[in-house]
DNA sequence: GCCGAGTATGAACGACCGTTCACGCAGAAG
DNA sequence: CTTCTGCGTGAACGGTCGTTCATACTCGGC
C-alpha cells in the first residue's frame, strides 16, 4: 500500500473536534497535548499517529472552516443574480450565518492563525485577504454603477474602510450573539445583510 | 517607610512596555518570562521585584488601556452637547482614533484578557460591557427622540446588532488600518464617525 | 493459523516553564 | 561609618511542555 497519512478517520475526527473545542476555550498555546488526549480517551502518544504535530492540527481546523467560508461565499454568489445590491446583502446575510453556525472554528481562525508556522500562516493570510477583497470588490462595483455610494463621506477611497466594517460586524457576531436570546440566528443574518447595505448607502 | 508596592517606576514602566510588544505579537502564553527579561536586559527573577506575577504584569497592561478608554469617552462625551447624532459621530470618530493610536494595547486587551484569573478577567468584562451599553445608550435615545430609525430593518430591538456594528468597526481598526496607506488616522477616524451615523440612519 | 499493518500504551527524552531564594551591591538615612 | 532598604544576580526549584520510541494488542487478508 502506498504511504497512508490519513488514520482511520473516526479517531482523527474525534482529535479534530476535541482540538477544536480546546483551542476556542483555552486558546493554543494555552492548550496542551496532555489535555487534548484526556479529551479524546488517549494518551499523549497515540494522537501523534493521526497528527505529526500539535500545530499540524491547528492547521487542520483552520484550513477546514477556510474551505467552507470558501462554498459559502461562492455558492451565495452563484444563486444571487449579478446586481451588487442583491450581491452584498446576500454575501452579508450567508456570511453571518455562517459564523453564528460556526463561532468556535471562526473564533479560532481569526484569533490562533498567528501560531502557525509562516508557511501556512502565509496561506492563511491570502485567503483571508481573498474575502476581503471580494467584498471590496462588490461595493466597488456597485458604486461605479450607481448602487452604492461613498462619495459624502469626506475621503477618497472610502470603500476598503466600508467593507472592513461591513465584513467586522459579520465576523465577530458570534462574540455577542445569544442563541437562547429574542432574536434567531436568520433574523440577526437578514438584519446584517440590511446594515450593510446602510453601510453602502445603497438601501431601498 | 510604609509597605512600598511599587517599584522604582522607570524600570516598572520598561517591564510594562516590553510585556505590551511581546505579549501584543506571540501572545500572553506564547511570550516566556525569559524572553520578557531579555527584553528590558534582566534576569528572570529581577521582574518579580516589579511585579508579583505575570499574570499581573497582564492584568496592569490591560487595566491601564481600559481607564484609557473611559477616560477618551467620557471626555468625548462631555465635550459634545446632548444631541445624539452629535454624540455617535464624535464617539465613534474619537474611539476609531483610540484604536489607531494604541493597537498593541487594544489588541492585547481584547485578545488575552482571556487568560486573566477570574476576578480580574471578570472585572474587564465589566468594563467592556459598559462601553457596549454606552453606545447602545445613544442609539437608544437617538432612536426615542427621532433622530436614528431602526424600524424598516425588519427587526426587533435592532439597536443591539447595530451598536456592535459600529463598535466592532471601530475596535478592529487596527487590523487593517496602515499608517503608511493613502488616509490619515484623521481622515479615517472621521469617516468612521460618518459611518457610524449610517449604520444608525442618522445622517444629515 | 500466521502475518503485517494500524493503532494504542506508558515510559522516557531534553527543553523550557513560572517562580523562589540566598546572596551581593549601591546609595540614602541615621 | 554603619545600617538598612531597594534592586539586581545566578542558580535552582518542581513541574510541565511537545515529542519519540520500544513494545504490545487487534484484526482483516492470505
Known sequence: M?????SSNQTRERIHDAGLALFNE????GTTVRELADAVDLTPG???NHYPSKESLLFAIIDRVHDEADTILSETLRGVGNDPVAQLEALACAFTAFHIARPRETRVANRDYIYLPSGERDSVV????????????VLRDGERRGHFSFGDLGSEDAVQAA??????????VAEWFD???PRSADDT???HGRLALRIARGGR
Open 2 to 6: 502506498v504511504v497512508n497519512i490519513r
Open 26 to 29: 483555552r486558546g493554543y498555546t
Open 46 to 48: 497515540a494522537i501523534y
Open 126 to 137: 491570502r485567503r483571508r485577504r481573498r474575502v476581503r477583497a471580494l467584498f471590496a470588490e
Open 163 to 172: 467593507s472592513m466594517a461591513i465584513l467586522n460586524m459579520v465576523v465577530l
Open 179 to 181: 442563541p437562547a436570546g
Open 189 to 191: 443574518s437578514a438584519l
